[in-house]
């Protein structure tokens, strides 16, 4: 009878350590969620709260790829925790990680391991910009976009912006030459019709019309790099083989120094081919291109126009 007794306060007693120990992680659990989220720590932040990045290089994110993340997230959880910044007391928005926010969404995650820090937006830009470059799998047009606003947006030397991710000055002026093509072959080489090499040697062509048609010839025969290479220097051999007509020089006489000096200062400026058109009556045009609604809309916040 006492050997019944002394087990049954045994158990009581169990039970009262295992329910003690359950309420205090619970406490605990409780607790973490109800302090605030301080700058410089991590903490799990509702998906809900999270602006998107407004200065998110990447336009587009492949659905296929986003959907395997999205799957993975589900079985294994946010490894890497996304950045963001504190707005207002419960609100965020995202500086890096936007694709890891998009499949947290597709994965029904209400949260999101999050690294909360101090920016402005200068700052913003140029962390989203970097990471971006450093970490996904742009393509050469949107890291040659990205140069180009860490450049403007954020008044970087080719030297500083060398620096920042890691890259000697001559990979980040071919990237950015990519820019002084026709908005067509920027297309192509966003969208993988044409490789880097490819448009590398088309921008060796000052001329369109002929540089179009060289493009349209790569893709319609589907040329390797080192035959559109050999189909560029043997074009210019011939060039330079041929007199000037009376209506090339007629178009360099048209085109004065100061002109060609502006040409070239406008396309640096708004990262595109810019063409500058002017007679004898200082009459003219400025033409300015774009590849898409995102490349007009930069080129509009350039222009400062809402």
Known sequence: MAEKKKTKKRNVLGRGLEALLNDSGKMHSESLKAAPLLTGSIGEIA??????????????????????LAASIKVHGIIQP?????????????????????????ADKKMIPAYIRTANDQEMLEMALIENIQRENLNAIEIAL???????????????LG?????NRTTINNYLRLLKLPPDIQVAVRDNQITMGHARALINIENIEVQLTLFHKIVKDD?????????VRNLGNTI???????????GQETMSPEIANLQKQLSSHFGSKVVVKSSKSNKGEIRIPFVSVDDLNRILEILEVD
């Open 47 to 68: 998906v809900a709260n999270i602006e998107t990045n407004p200065h998110q290089p990447r336009s587009n994110f492949e659905a296929e790829s986003l959907k395997e």
């Open 163 to 167: 620096d920042r991710v890691g890259k």
């Open 146 to 160: 990205s140069y180009q606003h860490l450049i403007t947006d954020c008044n970087l030397k080719h030297e500083e």
């Open 82 to 106: 996304v950045t963001v910044r504190k707005l207002s007391p419960g609100k965020y928005q995202l500086i890096t990680g936007e694709r890891r926010l998009h499949a947290s969404r597709l």
């Open 240 to 250: 330079k083989s041929e007199p000037a007509t009376s209506q090339q020089k007629k």
């Open 223 to 231: 040329l390797s790099v080192r035959k559109a290479e050999e189909l």
